[in-house]
């Protein structure tokens, strides 16, 4: 679960490295909220794929209190 979080908190950070930002890429930290990354144009209509649709499945307002329902 923990390596999950890790691997998506990656992605994230290596997507938003650059694309899409005309200043520059936005710093991602465990503080980013996600719906900032959700929101984050580099994404284009596809961020809201990045973490589970229904909010039932996971918790947090932040990437460092993500936690996620796996089954």
């Known amino acids: 679960m923990k390596a999950f979080m890790m691997l998506a ?7 938003l490295s650059g694309a ?4 520059g890429p936005a710093p ?3 503080n980013t909220k996600i719906a900032d990354v959700i ?3 580099a994404f284009g209509d596809f961020g809201r794929l990045l973490f589970p649709t229904d909010t039932n499945y996971y918790g947090g307002d932040t990437l ?8």
């Open 28 to 30: 991602i930290t465990e």
């Open 39 to 41: 929101a984050d144009p």
């Open 9 to 15: 908190v990656t992605a994230v950070m290596l997507a």
């Open 20 to 23: 899409g930002h005309a200043q």
């Open 64 to 71: 460092g209190t993500l936690s996620l329902t796996w089954y």
